[in-house]
């Protein structure tokens, strides 16, 4: 087994996945006690059977720049493979600024060939390319050197394996026609929107019941607090201060230190010091907004007694739907979308793409009044009105 410690060995590496059609590609990385992950170890493979088709990389090493990854993943002869990409795209947007092209998701694809919902890599490679993977080694402190054989051996499996599920999916995919679905699903994941988070838009990540404006304007300033600080310090964003205690805040209002010695929820070490300054400056501020200024409260959707009936049948059309289409129903639309859809929206995600094909325009009919929904033995049968 091949671990890389130096840059030309990798550009090497690189230079011999680009006489195949794809890689395969997974990482190993450290994000308990820092904002940022921290990218720890890089598996890549290319279709074969020797030894060299499957490398390790470790990002530790004093003597590797990532640079012939970067070039790669700009190569767009060569499709590169990942599975449950989201959190491997963001690092190495975060850090090379880069996105792979093209790219295939398998979790994806698994979703949209009728696996399941966000089915996992283990699963796939059970019931795919009929081998078990050893999980003990998942949750392990990949920072520690040397990597032991069993952490070797369970990280190379990640991408070796998935070289069969990648061939067996992209061919299902192509057969039922279904790569243009696939595109639009991944076309989220290489939008760096998907992976900024700038201050002033924090605090729409923060779920509250409470939507006076004012109360969302002390929100919205705590939570800018918290994201600038988080990233500035690099550490996570529960470690300055959780949600709960920025709700706290919000409603207790403190004025100064000793208000904030009340707090039930706030960490002892946000009582004082640099964070303690940053919540009552970011509370003055809150409360000297002008009205104009203030964060306007989402817009409700009225859902009474009727509408739950009408999900109730959008969920039956959905589920026979989904059957129909061999794909995962969540894929289509998710619970809250039902209720949107039942509530008047008629511009929501599951009304558009291949989901509108697949499920929305039917979806709109049965809002509309212009189909029924009928048993036909073990399905379910639309009646034309």
């Not at 409470?210 to 929100?219: A, E, I, K, Y």
């Not at 859902?303 to 289409?325: F, H, T, W, Y």
Request: include cysteine; aromatic fraction near 8%.
């Amino acid at each position: 087994m091949r671990i890389l410690t130096r840059t030309d060995e990798l550009r090497a590496f690189c230079a011999a996945a680009l006489t195949h059609p794809y890689v395969t590609i997974d990482t190993e990385f450290l994000r308990e006690r820092t904002y940022y992950a921290r990218l720890c170890l890089i598996q890549m493979a290319f279709p074969g059977k020797g030894e060299d088709t499957g490398v390790l990389v470790d990002t530790l090493s004093d003597d590797l720049d990532l640079q012939p990854l970067y070039d790669l993943f700009r190569n767009e002869s060569v499709v590169k493979v990942f599975h449950a990409a989201r959190q491997d795209l963001e690092i190495f947007y975060v850090e090379g600024g880069v996105f792979p092209k093209p790219f295939f998701d398998t979790q994806v694809a698994a979703m949209v060939c009728g696996f399941g919902d966000q089915v996992g890599y283990e699963t796939l490679v059970r019931k795919i390319a009929r081998q078990s993977i050893d999980k003990s080694s998942r949750f392990t402190d990949w920072s520690r050197r040397p990597l032991s054989d069993k952490q070797q051996h369970y990280a190379l499996a990640d991408v070796t394996h998935l070289r069969d599920v990648y061939e067996v999916l992209a061919e299902r995919i192509k057969t039922t026609k279904r790569t243009a679905w696939v595109e639009e699903e991944l076309e989220m994941l290489t939008d760096p929107a998907t992976y900024t988070i700038t201050p002033d838009q924090a605090w729409r990540r923060v779920k509250t019941r409470t939507h006076s404006p004012r109360f969302l304007g002390l929100v919205r300033e705590l939570a800018r607090f918290r994201e600038e600080f988080a990233q500035r310090r690099n550490v996570p964003r529960s470690r300055v201060y959780k949600d709960d205690a920025l709700l706290e805040l919000a409603s207790a209002k403190p004025q100064n230190l000793e208000d904030l010695g009340r707090s039930r929820l706030l960490l002892r070490e946000a009582r004082k010091g640099d964070i303690a300054e940053g919540i009552l400056k970011a509370i003055a501020d809150g409360l000297a907004c002008p009205d104009k200024n203030l964060p306007k409260p989402p817009a409700q959707k009225a859902r009474g007694p009727g509408n739950e009936g009408l999900s109730d049948l959008l969920r039956v059309l959905l589920k026979a739907k989904a059957e129909q289409a061999g794909v995962a129903p969540k894929l289509i639309a998710s619970a809250s979308e039902l209720e949107d859809i039942a509530s008047g929206d008629t511009d929501g995600h599951a009304l558009k793409g291949w989901r509108r094909d697949v499920f929305g325009a039917d979806a709109l009919k049965l809002c509309q009044g212009k189909i029924a929904l009928s048993a036909d033995g073990s399905s379910v049968k639309l009646i034309e009105l």
